[in-house]
């Protein structure tokens, strides 16, 4: 009798593969309490997933100090490349709001995931994105969230106003000063670094050397480190603080939506409140520090010191102009005028020498008659100056007359000034 024989091919059973689900929790304030609220949401989150047997669990992602209008929330940014890493299938949030406030933003975030594939199921509005009427109730909750947002917004506005026009808000931390119980007290080792910042600019000097010299003696920076920046250095002399007085209002957030500050430039009213602590610098010194501020801007234009109004006022035989620079290292540091050639050309075509800019200030003080240089008179009185060899200058005044002035290499001035 003839057998048969039935081959069964080999079949792959193939398990139900589990839907891969992750949740998004976001609190907005730092307390105690929304911290503590932030961390049950993450339990909760993660014990609801792992208990279903039909999801894997993806992870919880949560932002804290972050508000549901900034699209710069850290973890909320981590949860989307994840989702288009396609490292997931579903995302659980509590409610609209906790997603985002923004309209236009939640409505791109929902349609992208949409487009992948990827469901957002909202528990409070029991709203899955990827259902039919899922987008447009979707819209509607998201509009009411943003319009609570605005609410939000405009009432912390009036009541933190409110709170500067009667002096009632706290202060910001700044150098020279410690916050003690919401009032500013003088810390003597940085008051005396303000006060240094002060008669170093009045005498003459510039932000750029200011920070110099205090980098040189190692004081320690606002940072904590020992680099002290030009911006550092101009943020302590214009501060109103440094006199006893707090000025209020001077930035703003331009939109509740983006949180960009702006500087208020009178778009604002900005509130001043007299005597609010003790000063550092007298009110005499700090607005004398603020007209010598004003002057420099108006003699120099952009110019941060006085030496640069020197700034393509040099010319050279080989037909370039001459740059700033400095030279040395350590604490032999100064600051020469270079032909810009040097670098660019042989120096064999450039033949011109470097000028130390302290040389050049008192040279050129002589020419104008002065006892020490002045860059308004300067550039009101002299159109350019010509680096004649062998050590001369030429100078070409505005009233048609030409100077020759001899200048001496490696002869030290001292200047009442100091050069920044």
């Known amino acids: 009798m003839d057998r048969k024989v039935q081959i069964i091919e080999k079949t792959n059973l193939e398990l139900p593969k589990k839907k891969r689900v992750a949740a998004y929790a976001r609190v907005s304030l730092g307390t105690e309490h929304m911290l503590h609220s932030l961390a049950a949401q993450v339990s909760y989150y993660s014990s609801l997933i792992q208990n279903n047997p039909e999801w894997e669990f993806a992870g919880v992602y949560a932002d804290r100090d972050q508000t549901g209008t900034k699209e710069s929330r850290p973890e909320y940014q981590r949860l989307l490349a994840d989702c288009r890493s396609g490292l997931i299938d579903m995302v659980i949030v509590k409610s609209v709001s906790r997603m985002a406030r923004n309209t236009v933003t939640l409505l791109a975030t929902v349609r992208e995931l949409k487009e992948l594939g990827i469901d957002i199921f909202f528990e409070e509005q029991n709203i899955h994105t990827m259902s039919e009427a899922g987008e447009m109730m979707l819209s509607l909750f998201a509009v009411f969230a943003q319009e609570e947002s605005k609410n939000v917004s405009d009432n912390l506005k009036w009541r933190k106003r409110n709170d500067m026009k009667r002096g009632k808000t706290i202060p910001k931390k700044v150098y020279g000063y410690d916050l003690v119980d919401g009032r500013l007290v003088i810390i003597p080792e940085q008051a005396a670094v303000v006060r240094e910042i002060f008669r170093l600019y009045l005498e003459g000097n510039g932000f ?202 490696r002869k030290r001035f001292n200047t009442s000034k100091k050069q920044r």
């Open 208 to 409: 750029t050397n200011i920070a110099r010299i205090l980098n040189e003696k190692a004081v320690p920076s606002p940072s904590g480190t020992v680099l002290w920046k030009c911006q550092t250095i101009r943020n302590i002399l214009c501060n109103e603080k440094m006199m006893g007085n707090i000025l209020y209002q001077k930035t703003y957030i331009e939109d509740y939506l983006t949180k960009r500050t702006r500087r208020n430039r009178g778009e604002l009213p900005m509130y001043l409140h007299i005597g609010t602590h003790e000063g550092i610098v007298s009110e005499e010194i700090f607005k004398e520090a603020q007209a010598e501020r004003e002057r420099r801007s108006k003699a120099g234009g952009l110019y941060h010191y006085e030496g640069i109004a020197f700034r393509r006022k040099i010319l050279c035989p080989c037909g370039m102009t001459f740059m700033h620079t400095k030279n040395g290292s350590g604490n032999n540091v100064f600051f020469v005028w270079r032909c810009n050639g040097h670098d660019k050309r042989n120096s064999a075509v450039c033949t011109s020498k470097d000028i130390r800019q302290d040389v050049l200030m008192n040279v050129t003080a002589e020419v104008l008659g002065l006892e020490e240089f002045d860059s308004q008179v300067f550039l009101e009185r002299v159109d350019y100056i010509f680096a004649v060899e062998d050590y001369k200058l030429l100078f070409k005044m505005k009233d048609g007359t030409e100077i020759e002035k001899h200048w001496e290499p």
